[in-house]
């Protein structure tokens, strides 16, 4: 038994450094693109992934004090069908805490990336990001995160969320049908950044919309129009109607 523990304790300890090294260095990625994607992934995963290293040595050796004091019929209840003992117990708590730990490495994954588009909003000129939406919507996919992450835990403890999901669902649907414009703009300068069909001061007609591109944002775009007025334009109608570009 004591063996065990020091060899579980002492691959666990092993097992932590050498990961959270080659993370520190996977997370150093340099310059560009690339080098920006791989330091949030560097900043994000480290820590989530030493914890469960540690969830996993823990309740391994709390499984073999079990079993090596006969103690799997002290905690016993059923699930359903299935009756759990504390054996499986443990194991259950040891895949809710996993998944809870996954679900942290995303929501730190997604704040890191949030971070690199602000950066990249101030440090490149040829990128022009709305840093209200992006932090907006950083935040809506966090709290999406852990919803979801929540439920899998629940699920994964055995607990019956059909019912629960049933009920998000249908009210994930109408959230959905009521912010439909908001997802449709939201898209629409996703594909604007992408395709680039023009840039910060190009003139461009569209359908009854023209004007000078002042600035592209996540959610709309704004032009200038030839009197001197400010026309805000959500992006999409740009996926609608075709585009006539003038280079500046």
Do not use: C
């Not at 990625?29 to 330091?39: K, P, S, V, Y």
């Not at 101030?122 to 992006?134: F, G, M």
């Amino acid at each position: 038994m004591v063996t065990f523990i020091t060899i579980t304790l002492a691959s666990a300890f092993a097992l932590h450094l050498i990961l959270f090294t080659l993370a520190k260095l996977f997370g150093k990625g340099g310059e560009g693109t690339l080098g920006d994607i791989r330091t949030a992934i560097g900043s994000s995963l480290p820590t989530p992934l030493g914890v469960a290293i540690w969830v996993v040595a823990i309740t391994l050796i709390m499984q073999r004090l079990v079993d090596h004091y006969v103690l799997n019929s002290l905690l016993e209840f059923n699930a359903g069908e299935d009756v759990i003992n504390t054996d499986g117990l443990i194991s259950m708590i040891r895949i809710g805490l996993l998944v809870l730990l996954a679900t942290w490495f995303v929501t730190r994954g997604v704040r890191a990336f949030a971070s690199i588009l602000n950066n990249w909003h101030h440090t490149k000129e040829s990128i022009d990001l709305d840093t209200t939406a992006i932090q907006a919507l950083a935040s809506v996919g966090v709290v999406l995160a852990w919803v979801v992450g929540f439920i899998v835990m629940l699920q994964s403890l055995g607990l019956n969320m059909s019912a629960v999901i049933t009920i998000g669902g249908i009210g994930g649907a109408g959230v959905a049908f009521a912010s439909k414009d908001v997802v449709a703009n939201f898209f629409g300068g996703i594909v604007v950044m992408l395709n680039q069909p023009f840039k910060v001061g190009d003139s461009i007609i569209s359908g009854k919309i023209a004007g000078t591109v002042t600035s592209i944002g996540l959610y709309a775009t704004y032009l200038q129009t030839d009197d001197g007025n400010t026309l805000y334009v959500p992006n999409s109608i740009f996926n609608n109607s075709e585009i006539l570009t003038v280079t500046s």
